[in-house]
């Protein structure tokens, strides 16, 4: 049995958003826990689909103790403000200080997050526990898919172990790998050989979805690779394409018994992904297109719409309203969207009280370029403080706190409006305001991808949207100025040179 300190902190930052992250939206629960300290961490997470719940019960099942020191996370947005990442640097260094003596260290990161200070926030953490614990206590690290996985990450850590599903089912699995994979280590006392090898093109976040081709395919591949000629590990990144850092982009990392095994499965993986370039972009269609099509079908499910430049789960502000414009401009019929975030609008829903008609200006006050308001007139059609219980497979066991939500309603279409943001993700969403996504004519749903672990059994069709938002889901249109020379700003798209 070993002695191992753990900890969270959790942010994906689209360096091309509005809104920073600071202190406060770390300590504040939304859509995940907020700050959460020592042994309540161990009560808290197993149940939910977390890195850290997942790591929690399989350390416990192989009879290793836990000193749990703080995780937290933050909605994805701007850049992290200095302030927020030195409350927790503090917090993780006292805390290691104060857990001692142990063996080894897990802690659960994101991979994507930019501060004002640090282009790479986790290789800046990193370096800080590397520092204060030395050399010597193995280190393991969780990731998100999303990662932007840098090489000071790569060489601070003695294991990084990604997502392999987005939508991120397999969250939870992948702190019970980390936990396997760092039991490994202790049990054989030794570091692996490993290897690094960043790809030369970036992936839009549609293209990265792994229930479909290409990225299915990639990932059948490294599940194979594992295990095999002495490989303890391998983990592919699609990278997080809104941060203009210089090391934004797809990454592949593996650990075997030697250096050439590592190498050589990391190699098949490259040259398999690099092989399949094309098929990592995917066609959008504009508002109107979309909202056409959906409203000339005869099916008796869904049209999902997926409202992906506004996804709040990639930094974006979901105050948009091109796809509401859309659909009540169209004269659209049994269409239900969600979530637009306008704490002004829920709060004159509440104070009208539900059944009541209220004219406003909706949506538009985070994100103000090319994107007005919508004014009209609403119905409320219901009302609620914004707490319930996710039951889809992303959200599992997640509580969110959106603040005071509403159910409004123009002509035939309603939207849910709350005062925090959460990505449409989960059918809770609506069916805690009285109404069963899989009965619409339309779903207008303001993910990227996540939604279709959830959505996918009711949907008659998918189509991805094209209104804005700041998640642009086309890299090349980027106004990137600090990206590496060299790549491509897209599948088989454009290099970039340098400068915007």
């Not at 509005?18 to 907020?34: H, M, Q, T």
């Not at 869904?302 to 509401?324: H, I, K, M, R, W």
């Amino acid at each position: 049995m070993a002695r191992i300190a753990m900890a969270g902190f959790m942010h994906e930052t689209n360096t091309f958003a509005p809104i920073k992250a600071d202190w406060p939206d770390f300590v504040r629960a939304e859509s995940f826990p907020g700050l959460t300290r020592g042994e309540e961490i161990l009560a808290a997470f197993p149940p939910k689909n977390i890195g850290t719940g997942g790591f929690v019960i399989e350390a416990r099942e192989l009879e290793h103790e836990l000193a749990p020191i703080a995780w937290c996370a933050a909605i994805p947005s701007a850049h992290v403000t200095d302030r927020a990442f030195e409350e927790f640097a503090t917090i993780l260094l006292d805390g290691l200080a104060e857990v001692a003596p142990y063996d080894a260290i897990y802690l659960d990161l994101h991979g994507a997050m930019v501060t004002e200070a640090h282009e790479d926030g986790e290789g800046a953490l990193l370096e800080l526990v590397r520092a204060a614990v030395g050399a010597e206590v193995p280190l393991v690290v969780s990731l998100d898919l999303h990662s932007n996985t840098t090489e000071a990450m790569f060489d601070y850590a003695d294991g990084l172990i990604a997502y392999r599903t987005y939508p991120h089912l397999d969250m939870a699995d992948t702190g019970r790998r980390a936990a396997r994979y760092l039991d490994g280590l202790l049990q054989r006392g030794d570091r692996p050989a490993k290897a690094r090898r960043a790809l030369p093109f970036l992936m839009p976040l549609t293209g990265q979805c792994t229930m479909v081709e290409p990225a299915k395919g990639v990932y059948e591949l490294l599940e194979r690779l594992e295990g095999e000629d002495g490989v303890r590990g391998i983990s592919f990144t699609p990278g997080f394409p809104p941060a203009d850092i210089w090391e934004c982009g797809p990454v592949l990392v593996a650990y075997a018994d030697d250096r050439a095994a590592a190498e050589a499965a990391v190699d098949e993986l490259y040259q398999y992904t690099l092989a399949r370039e094309a098929d990592f972009q995917v066609p959008m269609l504009s508002p109107n297109e979309a909202v056409a099509r959906a409203i000339a079908s005869n099916a008796h499910r869904p049209y999902v719409l997926a409202d992906v430049q506004d996804n709040c789960g990639a930094g974006a502000t979901s105050d948009t309203t091109g796809l509401l414009r859309a659909l009540v401009e169209q004269r659209a019929d049994g269409a239900l969207l969600g979530i637009l975030v306008d704490g002004e609008a829920a709060a004159a829903a509440h104070a009208a009280g539900q059944g009541a008609e209220i004219e406003i200006e909706l949506g538009g006050k985070l994100f103000t370029t090319g994107d007005p308001p919508f004014a009209g007139r609403f119905q409320v059609e219901a009302l609620s403080d914004g707490r319930f219980a996710c039951t889809g497979p992303f959200y599992r066991g997640v509580t969110p706190n959106l603040g005071p939500t509403a159910l409004l309603r123009t002509g035939g279409v309603s939207v849910v409006v709350s005062t925090h943001r959460l990505q449409a993700a989960d059918k809770e969403i609506f069916r805690h305001l009285g109404r069963e996504p899989a009965e619409q004519k339309i779903l207008g749903l303001k993910s990227s991808v996540h939604f279709r672990g959830d959505f996918t059994d009711i949907a008659e069709e998918i189509l991805v949207v094209e209104a804005p938002g700041a998640n642009v889901d086309r890299p090349e249109r980027q106004p990137y100025r600090n990206l590496r020379p060299g790549v491509r700003l897209c599948p088989n798209g454009p290099v970039f040179e340098g400068g915007v």
